[in-house]
């Protein structure tokens, strides 16, 4: 008799639930799916289905029309699907309506993107980061969830009066996590600080950029170290910092956490600590996919974010890495239609919006090394302009 294997693990499946209105058509709606698809990927869930609707505002009960409801149900049902994730974020109580309905784990994007954080956080810091995050999003979705608390009380002495309400109780405990996490990160933020400050008079250079652009690769060859990199979301929870040197010239190199669009406020506010490299630092590089049909895009996610963390006014190098993967349709002679993203080669793009960038503008394939040589030598100038002007009689040899 042929054994079988089991204790495989059984794959989980999704369907993703996106919405069309004024503020987004069809197509960034299908990019936004795209890219809520990649996060499920990343927890380790198959797509099985994309769902869109039109709404001019959502559904105050289930977010979307009950027509849909029992469309996706349906669909849910007949395939045993595990999951139903929505790109946009649920009331509480939008959140336990569909949960009834579908009697299935309801996931917003949020949530997607604290759970997939929980997943990939390795180190104490990492964790608590996360868990504060985890328990400020949860505060006000208590509701219903007493019996997940339960657990987590061990069962006696945290009660309150016979009249208190679980609610309350919940809501109690809670906020206790929220204020014994939010102590333990300002322990680590001090940590931190006192470890940036010991870093002594080097210049400190920052990677930053949207997640999956290959920061970690371009960290590896910088500082001939061995970050972790893979072709997944967030792979880089906790910042790593590498002292670097290129010729004679050394300098800090500090790799951080990749931003995303609709990135949770929370968890901007709990990972304030690992900004702070950002923060900090005397220079950025922005490192951009241009494989990416919409690397404009998350260029000025990655801009605005800075902006909104105080880091906006830093020098930049840009960089656009993936010119390897970079692939465009071009247009025949004839074809009258208006020119999109999809028919500029990579020369075209160099030399069109591009030429009006006023940083340093590079164009690199981390993967196969071309154009590494003047990464770093651009690199090398900067952080020898920069040292030479605040240390000016400092004894290096340039």
């Not at 987004?24 to 809520?36: F, I, S, V």
């Not at 940036?196 to 080097?202: I, Q, V």
């Amino acid at each position: 008799m042929k054994e079988t294997n089991s204790t495989a693990i059984p794959t989980h499946t999704c369907v993703l639930m996106g919405v069309i209105n004024k503020l987004q058509d069809d197509g960034l709606a299908k990019e936004y799916l795209d890219e809520l698809a990649f996060l499920a990927e990343t927890y380790g869930l198959e797509t099985k289905k994309t769902f869109t609707q039109k709404l001019e505002k959502p559904d105050k009960a289930t977010f979307i029309g009950k027509g849909k409801v029992s469309e996706i149900k349906n669909y849910v049902l007949e395939n045993k699907i595990d999951v139903v994730i929505f790109d946009d974020e649920l009331s509480p109580s939008q959140q336990r309506n569909l949960e009834k309905e579908f009697g299935k784990k309801i996931l917003d994007r949020t949530t997607l993107i604290l759970e997939i954080f929980e997943q990939r956080a390795q180190t104490a810091h990492a964790k608590t980061q996360v868990q504060l995050a985890q328990y400020q999003y949860m505060l006000p979705r208590l509701t219903g969830m007493w019996t997940h608390l339960e657990r987590q009380r061990g069962g006696t002495g945290t009660r309150g009066g016979a009249g208190e309400k679980e609610i309350e109780t919940d809501r109690r405990i809670v906020r206790d996590k929220i204020a014994l996490l939010k102590e333990r990160l300002k322990e680590i933020d001090k940590q931190m600080a006192t470890q940036r400050k010991n870093r002594g008079e080097l210049i400190r250079v920052a990677l930053v950029g949207y997640t999956n652009v290959g920061k970690s690769t371009i960290m590896n060859l910088l500082s001939k170290s061995t970050v972790f990199a893979e072709n997944k979301l967030f792979a880089t929870l906790d910042t790593t910092v590498r002292k670097v040197t290129i010729d004679n010239v050394f300098f800090l190199l500090s790799d951080t956490v990749g931003f995303i669009r609709k990135l949770p406020t929370e968890l901007v506010e709990s990972f304030k600590s690992t900004l702070d490299e950002v923060r900090e630092a005397d220079l950025l590089i922005h490192v951009v996919d241009i494989s990416h049909k919409n690397f404009e895009d998350h260029l000025n996610v990655v801009k605005q974010t800075l902006q909104d963390i105080g880091a906006g006014d830093k020098p930049v190098i840009l960089v656009f890495n993936k010119i390897d993967a970079f692939t465009y349709t071009k247009k025949d002679d004839d074809d009258l239609t208006p020119t999109t993203r999809e028919n500029l080669s990579l020369e075209d793009i160099k030399n069109t919006w591009m030429k009006s960038l006023n940083n340093p503008c590079l164009f690199i394939s981390a993967q196969t090394k071309e154009n590494i040589e003047e990464l770093k030598k651009t690199v090398y100038d900067l952080v020898k302009e920069m040292h030479i002007k605040r240390y000016p009689y400092h004894n290096l040899l340039y």
